[in-house]
């Protein structure tokens, strides 16, 4: 007698990874997102002083005020269209707000209310100001811009910038500063053309600058800090006593010079960057991202935990949080069963067994809390952190335990699981795991920054920063690069669905149905350059091989496609931030995790309403296929759908590990078409596999065989 591994088995994963910051969970009652509860957001990434008022700038959560040095704070936002708020700047009696993906707004009777100031900006991701007189620049992700009259118009100053990548301006004297990804930029006629100072940079990119004196400073990504005394012509390192080379923020306050840095916290110098010193006492988040000097204090801005404020210098730091909301963006979304986990950047891992009606904390054990990535394999869930490396949970979260050993860099940003293999991408390439995180080894793939990572079959898919899409036919043994056709080489996000390869671009979503021999645009209907930063799918009512394909962007919310990206069309309705940094799929619903700290929920049957009756489909199928089981994982109950091209005997198995049957839920005789047939599984959890068996009725030599798997957990 024959058991199911008499038979070769056809094994395909379907795997959508949920890449990569606060939680509040939006949305109203059903017909449009539903908010669930227990989340809020919002961290602090830049200051302003105007006198006695001090204003905070949160991504997702807006603009707030405080009058009385921190001690509380009231919402700032009225007439906000864009509450993602990365730089403040003061010239008068106006207040002036860059955004990300809303420009440029005006308040001029501090926060009470705002205008959209954004005329003839054509980037409108603002993510530096700087104010020279009467003049106003405007640092985007497409050069620098200027206004002459408060923002009521702008126009180009960007000739001469070969990267227009601005992260940070600065004004010294009649000299302005621009800092990109990797040069410095120097203008000494307000912008109408730029040349690059750089002899002594090292091409770390530019987050921060500081005027002190005749001196200036610039943080760097990763290279610490710089010093030019000659206006840019040439630069200086100057780190002794920096712990954290990730400088995103400085502060001047007489003879002291502030740094604010990516895990390290302050550090302060009183000799003009020669030495360091850190000034953390009480500063219980080090991951500062803005700094701030009003009279004698001193402010820092956190990614998670909101301000703190120090009276002496840094000396000690006493939190400032009263009516400031704390929380962090959510970056990965994984299903465990009927557990639905969330991992923020910053706040750690939440969890929801009721649909996201109410969240646990499910972070006991994690010594870092910036989890960007979160995977389960049978009753395993990994969380991937930024500076952490890679955490194990064997008891849905409520203890973690670290599995680093051997893992080339702890900056994980994407995790993947094939059979027993588990894959970490990393900021320095992928690494393999072949027994649950014990020990790590580095793939091929090596020196190469790593955004997201698939599994379709036996092919491993890994998305980079910049340098395209590689594929592994031999877990990780080997790497070909996979672009002809994509014209933008970043890829933030994946999703398969049968043969078919998704890609999430910056500029939208691309196809491939070779395993990325080629690509090609898949994305009329999506809002214009719209940054894909996660994918999803769910299997379609129309049959085998049909599919829902949702698509997560910055700035445009959810879009739907049914027909494999051809067209989109968005489901944003009750969505209130549409900056959508994870999808999930759990049960009938489809959750979207928000930068701003939102989860959404929205019932798939609102968004999908052509599906035809259950059961047997109208269109005719053009060959046999067997689809992956939906839900998967599932607990008690599963649907698979599978096609036929034409009319046959047809057997639907279940098989246990063993090969021994389990269940058979079909035995006879169908007509060509669509199908589909639930499981209610009265069996123990563990690993599944579903045959499909269909033999010709009219020629006995044409037979269909396949063999997927499934996971069931109790």
Request: hydrophobic share 40%; charged share 5%.
């Amino acid at each position: 007698m024959k058991t199911l591994l008499s038979y070769p088995i056809a094994r395909r994963f379907l795997l959508v990874l949920l890449l990569p910051l606060f939680l509040l969970l939006y949305f109203p009652a059903e017909a449009q997102w539903v908010q669930t509860n227990g989340l809020f957001g919002g961290y602090v990434i830049s200051f302003a002083v105007s006198g006695t008022n001090l204003f905070a700038g949160t991504t997702g959560g807006g603009v707030f005020l405080s009058t009385n040095n921190g001690t509380s704070w009231t919402a700032a936002s009225t007439g906000l269209t864009n509450t993602s708020i990365f730089a403040l700047a003061v010239s008068g009696t106006n207040l002036f707000a860059g955004t990300l993906g809303g420009g440029v707004f005006l308040s001029t009777n501090n926060g009470i209310s705002w205008t959209a100031a954004s005329t003839g900006l054509t980037d409108n991701n603002v993510q530096s100001l700087a104010i020279s007189g009467t003049n106003l620049f405007a640092g985007t992700l497409g050069g620098v811009f200027l206004s002459t009259n408060n923002g009521t118009s702008w126009s180009a100053v960007s000739t001469g910038l070969s990267d227009t990548q601005v992260n940070a301006l600065a004004i010294s004297g009649t000299n302005l500063f621009a800092g990109t990804n990797g040069y410095i930029y120097l203008s000494t006629n307000n912008g109408a053309s730029w040349r690059k100072v750089d002899s002594g940079w090292t091409n770390n990119g530019v987050k921060a600058f500081a005027v002190f004196g005749t001196n200036l400073f610039a943080g760097s990504d990763g290279g610490g800090v710089f010093l030019s005394t000659n206006n840019g012509t040439s630069w200086t390192s100057v780190d002794s006593g920096l712990t954290s080379m990730y400088v995103r923020a400085f502060a001047v306050a007489g003879t002291n010079l502030f740094a604010a840095t990516e895990g390290g916290g302050v550090f302060l110098s009183t000799n003009s960057g020669t030495s360091w010193t850190a000034v953390n006492t009480g500063l219980t988040n080090t991951v500062v991202r803005a700094l701030a000097v009003s009279g004698a204090n001193l402010f820092a801005g956190t990614v998670y935990s909101g301000v703190f404020l120090s009276t002496n210098s840094g000396t000690n730091w006493t939190t400032a949080n009263t009516g400031l909301p704390t929380n962090a963006s959510v970056y990965a979304l994984a299903i465990s069963g009927t557990n639905l986990f969330v991992g923020t950047n910053g706040g750690g891992v939440f969890l929801s067994t009721n649909n996201g009606t109410s969240w646990s904390p499910a972070s006991t054990g994690l010594t870092n809390t910036s989890v960007f990535t979160l995977v389960t394999s049978g009753t395993n869930i990994f969380a991937g952190t930024w500076n952490g490396g890679v955490f194990l949970s064997t008891n849905n979260g409520a203890n973690w335990t670290t599995v680093n050993t051997g893992l080339t860099s702890t900056r994980v940003q994407a995790l993947t699981v094939s059979g027993t293999n588990l894959f970490a991408g990393t900021d320095s390439g992928v690494c393999l795991s072949t027994n649950n995180g014990g020990n790590w080894t580095a793939t091929s793939l090596t020196k190469t920054y790593i955004y997201s990572l698939a599994v379709s079959g036996t092919n491993l898919f890994a998305g980079t920063f910049g340098s395209g899409v590689f594929l592994s036919t031999n877990n990780g043994t080997s790497w070909t690069a996979v672009n002809t056709g994509l014209n933008k080489l970043t890829i933030k996000s994946f999703a398969v669905s049968g043969m078919n390869l998704f890609a999430g671009l910056d500029n939208g979503v691309f196809l491939s149905t070779n395993n990325g021999t080629s690509w090609s645009s898949a994305s009329t209907g999506l809002p214009t350059n719209a940054s894909v930063w996660s994918l999803a799918v769910s299997p379609a009512a129309g049959g085998a091989g049909a599919t829902n394909l949702f698509a997560g962007t910055n700035g445009g919310g959810v879009s739907l496609s049914t027909n494999n990206g051809t067209s989109w069309t968005a489901v944003n309705t009750g969505l209130t931030d549409t900056r959508v940094r994870a999808l999930v799929v759990l049960g009938t619903n489809l959750f979207a995790g928000t930068d701003g700290g939102a989860v959404g929920r929205r019932p798939l049957s609102e968004m999908i309403t052509s599906a035809p009756a259950e059961g047997v489909f109208s269109d005719s199928p053009a060959s046999f296929n067997l689809d992956q089981n939906y839900p998967n994982p599932f607990n008690p109950a599963t649907t698979i759908r599978y096609s036929l091209p034409t009319a046959g005997k047809v057997k639907l198995t279940i098989y246990d590990m063993l090969g021994k049957t389990v269940d058979e839920l079909i035995n006879e005789e169908q007509t060509t078409g669509w199908k589909e047939v639930h499981w209610n599984a009265n069996v123990a959890s563990g690993m599944y596999f579903y045959r499909l068996e269909s033999v010709s009725v009219t020629d006995p030599n044409n037979r269909f065989v396949q063999v997927k798997k499934m996971l069931l957990l109790k």
